[in-house]
């Protein structure tokens, strides 16, 4: 299976470029997702700093960057203490030309310290490993089940994505792991527990797609809820993990139920199949519920569904507060889930469908829910 040209142009490229000549764009996402590789692809002609480079440090702190260049590259720059007002003197004075990208591997809004002062300067965008739905542009129509297996195998990142191998992932996902917990973590927060968070992703990663229970954790690694809930938030904003929170009306309610958790990094999911399948599927439907938000302008949110009585639907869409969509995930099990009958009363006209990952023939149902093949429905969903 040849991807290589994947990693000529990413699903973002275009509406960066279409943002750059207006506003500081701030590029965030895993660290290895891609970011400094794409936006070195927006223009021939650019100068990069990472902070994360001592020299380049001292450039950033004379503000010495190449103004004749077209676009200027400014990687990691979360780490510089007050970055955000320092961005935005330089945007109140100098403007652009040159445009100017600043990526990095946390959250680009954690940080409040300088309030709002880049409001109305910059355009954000969340860039996520690979998907289906973005290897498929390279692939024939014929490789999309190899794909799917390889994603589920090696998880989307695109350095262990495109060489193929378990053996490469498993080494290369331990690196990866350690420069986020020992460099990225240590240099934006105030923490010294590293490995209690190193054995609280272990657990992580056997209660993928389960509800989970704070005080639970906080038993296994013997500290405080507090404490399990801060480390959570802290892997949120490093993205490796992200957060799902059961679907109520009342949105304050429901961020107080049980969440579920998932990762970036599907290589990361220890369970069967079905499980590894329900992470990938939480990947693609936050990719795209991001990339609606940031570059189409429309408010996507990812739930799940949950009764008192334990009835569940694995995830539930949102667009602008509306429900949308309703998806549960099978590995083999081609019946349909009796959950459908009973949220389909309290949902109305919204696209219902079951993804089975082992699946012989797609079905559609009198009442509208449809049972499809999980390589091909995520190779060319819409949730617009």
């Known amino acids: 299976m040849e991807v290589e040209n994947v990693s000529m142009e990413r ?31 927006l223009s021939t002609d650019y100068d990069y700093l990472n902070y994360d480079n001592p020299e380049h440090r001292v450039a950033l702190l004379e503000r010495s960057w190449d103004r004749e260049r077209e676009l200027v590259i400014l990687d990691e720059l979360h780490k510089q203490k007050n970055w955000k007002s320092w961005l935005k003197g330089i945007y109140d004075t100098e403007g652009i030309p040159p445009a100017m990208i600043v990526t990095g591997s946390a959250r680009l809004d ?8 880049l409001a109305g300067r910059f355009f954000p965008f969340r860039l996520h490993p690979l998907d289906l739905k973005e290897i498929k542009k390279y692939l024939p129509e014929s ?26 992932y498993n080494r290369w996902k331990r690196t990866h792991l350690d420069i986020i917990l020992r460099q990225d973590i240590v240099a934006v927060e105030n923490i010294q527990q590293i490995t209690t968070i190193e054995t609280l992703i272990q657990l992580l990663r056997k209660r993928v797609g389960s509800p989970l229970s704070y005080s639970s954790l906080a038993r296994d690694l013997q500290c405080s809820d507090r404490s399990v809930k801060r480390w959570l938030k802290i892997l949120e904003n490093m993205y490796v993990v992200f957060k799902v929170t059961p679907y109520h009306r009342n949105i304050a309610r429901s961020l107080l139920k049980s969440p579920k958790y998932y990762f970036y990094d599907t290589g990361q999911v220890a369970g069967n ?16 519920c991001h990339f ?8 996507l949110s990812l739930f799940y569904l949950r009764t008192r ?16 969509l309703m998806v549960e995930v099978k590995w083999a099990d081609s019946s349909l889930s009796p959950h459908f009958g009973s949220f389909s009363k309290k949902f109305s006209d919204i696209k219902q469908v079951q993804l089975v990952g082992k699946l012989n023939r797609e079905k559609t149902f009198p009442g509208g829910v449809a ?11 819409t949730l617009l």
């Not at 954690?110 to 002062?117: F, I, L, N, Y």
């Open 11 to 41: 699903y973002l490229n275009k509406y960066i470029r279409l943002d750059l000549p207006r506003k500081i764009i701030l590029l965030s996402g895993p660290r290895q997702s891609g970011k400094t590789t794409i936006s070195k692809m």
């Open 110 to 117: 954690v940080h409040r310290k300088a309030g709002e002062s």
């Open 273 to 288: 199949e079905g499980v590894k399948l329900e992470n990938l599927t939480a990947c693609a439907l936050l990719k795209e």
């Open 292 to 299: 609606i938000e940031d570059c189409l302008g429309e408010q």
């Open 309 to 324: 009585d334990g009835r569940e639907m694995d995830f539930f869409i949102t667009c602008e507060d509306v429900p949308s």
């Open 143 to 168: 490789d999309i089940q190899s794909a799917f297996e390889r994603l589920l195998l090696c998880g989307g990142f695109p350095e262990p994505y495109l060489e193929g191998s378990r053996r490469y």
């Open 371 to 381: 049972i499809r093949k999980a390589a091909n429905w995520l190779a060319d969903f």
